[in-house]
């Protein structure tokens, strides 16, 4: 099983749609929760991050995370078609010691088309 | 401010040479890390730096694979007698605040291209 799964899509939703993008990961010591954006040909972007169960939301974007199911997700609401992107889902777990080291382990991304 | 500079943007080598990737942090930035983005592979995790010391090395795939951090800022990621299969987008990302629970924030220079014939 991998660490961090997102389905690959494409993930294709009309213009003003909300679009769902959805993650799992399998080590429950996991704390810190990233969704990053990421256009063709360039770096990935920080889009949310969250640390806490439940909705965290900025502007059109809503991060949700349940640590009991060890799920997370991303909604995009009223799409558009500049927020077509592969996403990508990263989480970040606790090491021995209680201390991070930061390393993101990132799922292979979902593909989101905003069709107009 | 300026975000993470890496250079070069992109890199052709041949198989058998060495190349050197640099990656200038956001000024102020503690933490450092490098990783690898391959076609079809996702984004791999290569190595970490706190300050000049690297506690984390687990992600660097052979022994070709080296990376430094000099006066806590820039960093050099090495890769001796390159390979076909090194050919990827190098990417270097860099956080501020490093909290004990994984508070951290990482942003992510432009990468390196890098094709190896």
């Known amino acids: 099983q991998k660490e961090v799964e997102q389905n690959s899509g494409p993930l294709s939703v009309p213009e003003g749609a909300i679009a769902s993008l959805n993650c799992t990961y399998s080590d429950r010591v996991s704390q810190s929760f990233f969704w990053y954006r990421q256009y063709s040909g360039k770096s990935p972007e920080l889009i949310m991050s969250?640390?806490?169960?439940g909705d965290k939301e900025d502007g059109r974007f809503t991060a949700q995370l349940n640590k009991a199911s060890q799920y997370v997700s991303l909604l995009i609401r009223d799409s558009q078609p500049s927020d077509s992107a592969t996403y990508l889902c990263a989480v970040n777990s606790l090491r021995a010691g209680g201390t991070s080291y930061g390393k993101l382990t990132f799922g292979q991304g979902t593909i989101l088309t905003v069709h107009p | 401010g300026a975000g993470v500079s890496q250079s070069p943007s992109n890199k052709v080598t041949e198989k058998g040479k060495d190349v050197e990737l640099r990656c200038d942090p956001i000024?102020?930035?503690?933490?450092l890390y490098w990783y690898r983005q391959s076609l079809g592979q996702g984004l791999e995790f290569l190595i970490y730096f706190q300050g000049n010391s690297a506690p984390d090395k687990s992600g660097l795939p052979s022994d070709r694979f080296s990376a430094e951090r000099t006066g806590g800022s820039v960093s050099t990621l090495t890769i001796q007698r390159t390979q076909q299969e090194d050919s990827a987008v190098y990417l270097c990302?860099?956080?501020?605040?490093?909290?004990?629970?994984?508070?951290?924030?990482?942003?992510f220079g432009p990468g390196t291209r890098l094709t190896v014939l």
């Open positions: 969250i640390y806490s169960n």
């Open positions: 990302a860099s956080s501020f605040i490093f909290l004990a629970g994984g508070w951290d924030t990482q942003y």
């Open positions: 000024s102020g930035h503690t933490a």
